[in-house]
């Protein structure tokens, strides 16, 4: 087996050298929690001059209107990357809309006029992140076209006190190829898929992280393919910040025949800096959303994200429709974008934000013989829904010593196994570029070990990448859409417990037939609609049925398209 060798080319800082203890965890970030009003904001967040003494704090302030302007449009547009273009050409028949445009240089005026400093303004939620004294928000929250403000959420990150492994002797490794990385890499069938040919070649993957430390100095990492990098704080390429980042990276892109060998070592890499490594307030979710923006206009396919913010909020806004960066995780969704994400490293406490949004894979974490690892946080969300979606290896999981230059360490968390179904999504985009987030979400949960008895720990299970690509090259190619007729995008959910909703587009005007048999044939349902070319989101009401896994067949101008159901309840 070979792997393509790629150019590393990286504009970042790469002579800078700190000492300390490697951290190689999820970090938990503990947001003290508080009570804040929208005109009077405290707690955690609040800031003091040091030469004024006043207090400032961050706030959302959002917006009712946008800059609607041509030029407004011309300048998103001309902001995206060609492979972003195409992703959201794909996702939803259009590149730019309403929905991608900025706040209205007016309210921008308006709250600089007001002394307040600006943080980070973010085109998809038409919101602006600013810090001011009590006096300023209450004066911006009267302002004729604000609609909310809120707090930035606000945390401190924490390493786990788990066990760390030093490392191995040669040996203990298992195999000449994989070396140290054998275990992550079998439990899913990585080597199976690249014997196959799927390394994740073409495919893009924005890493959101506290920063990637030492990232140019291990061996594992020198042939890692970094097309970008921005830091979310000063817009600069400095993504230098903590070694977080890097430890997560390897697992997905690492290329050290004998040693490590990553999930899909030929992905294109961005390197995304959201933390202030340096500051009290290591985490803030506007700065998240600034690099989730950032790393979509610029071509990511995939977001992978060990990161996740709880404590500020409270147990019943993981609902999957209040945090914030769980609402941007669905709007980038709606993008073509798929957010993966750890669920967290709270066990039986509960999974964190962006890890309970219906449109984000959530990711737990099992030992290397498959069993669920108690820190892997569960489900399910505030709202009902099965969270984590899937599960891989998060238990002694190695990676590169990064104070060494070809040392191996390994370490536990679920930042290890998110970065690990990252790899197995950039395979199935690579067997197939259509694929959408909610496809890609599908796939793993009709595939995964416990696809027909998912579960609150492990969600729908262990993912499996080669049965991922048989059902995606065979069930699933009757995706494809043939020229003039219609394509079928997906159920979803899909399993559900009650309610599903169909997505496909239409070419032309038609007839469309709606057909959901039970295994043995029989349909349980048929419906026909006269519809209109375009997308279409038909309901199937399922509550009569019971449970179990149903064909579902779909006509339209002499084609058909098929796929299946899981209802679970």
Known sequence: MSFQINNFVVPVKTNIHFTGILSIFLAIFLLQSAIVSATSPSGDGIRKNQKTGTLTHPVWI????????????????????????DRRARARGHIVNVSDLPPHPDD?????????????ISKWLSAVSVEGTDAQIKSISSLQ?????????????????????????ISEIDTSIYGYSWDQNNLIGAPEA?????????????????????????????????????????????????????????VTTAQDTGYMIGIAPDVEVLLVRTEDADSEYVMEEDFWVAGLEWAEANGADLISTSLGYYGWYLPEDFDGNTAITTIASDL????????????????????????????????????????????????????????????????HVWVPNDTTIDEYIDGSGTSFSCPTVAGAAAILLQADPELLPMDIINIFKTTSS????????????IINIPSALNYLLNVGSNRT???????????????????????????????????????????????????????????????????GTYPLRIESNGELRYNKLVLIK
């Open 62 to 85: 959002f917006f009712d209107r946008r800059d609607t302007s041509e030029k407004a449009y011309d300048a998103v547009l001309s902001g995206l990357d060609t492979k972003a273009r």
């Open 108 to 120: 921008l005026l308006a709250l600089r006029e007001n002394g307040v400093k600006i943080r980070t």
């Open 145 to 169: 076209h604000v609609k909310e403000v809120r707090p930035v959420a606000i945390g401190k990150r924490t390493d786990p006190d788990f066990e760390t492994s030093t490392s191995r002797s």
């Open 194 to 250: 690249h014997d196959m040919g799927y390394t994740g070649d073409g495919v893009r993957i924005g890493f959101l992280d506290s920063g990637f430390r030492h990232f140019y100095d291990h061996i594992a990492l020198q042939y890692t393919n970094v097309v970008g990098a921005w830091n979310a704080h000063d817009s600069t390429d400095d993504v230098y910040g903590h070694t977080h980042g890097t430890l997560v990276i390897s």
């Open 332 to 395: 980038a969704a709606e993008r073509g974008l798929l957010v993966i994400t750890s669920a967290g490293n709270l066990g039986q406490d509960g999974i964190n934000a962006p890890a309970d949004g219906d449109s984000t894979l959530a990711v737990g974490a099992t030992r290397a013989n498959g069993e669920y690892v108690s820190f892997s946080s569960v489900g399910p969300t505030a709202d009902g829904r099965i969270k984590p979606d899937v599960a891989a290896m998060g238990h």
């Open 450 to 461: 416990q696809s027909n008895n998912p579960d609150t720990l492990l969600g729908w299970g």
């Open 481 to 547: 859409i043939i020229p003039g007729n219609f394509e079928l995008r997906g159920i979803y959910p899909n399993p559900t417990n009650s309610e599903a909703r169909i997505m496909f587009e239409l070419a032309n005007n038609g007839t469309v037939k709606v057909v959901l048999s039970d295994i043995l044939g029989r349909q349980v349902i048929s419906n026909s609609y006269y519809l209109k070319s375009g997308a279409h989101n038909l309901p199937l009401k399922l509550a009569a049925l019971p449970s």
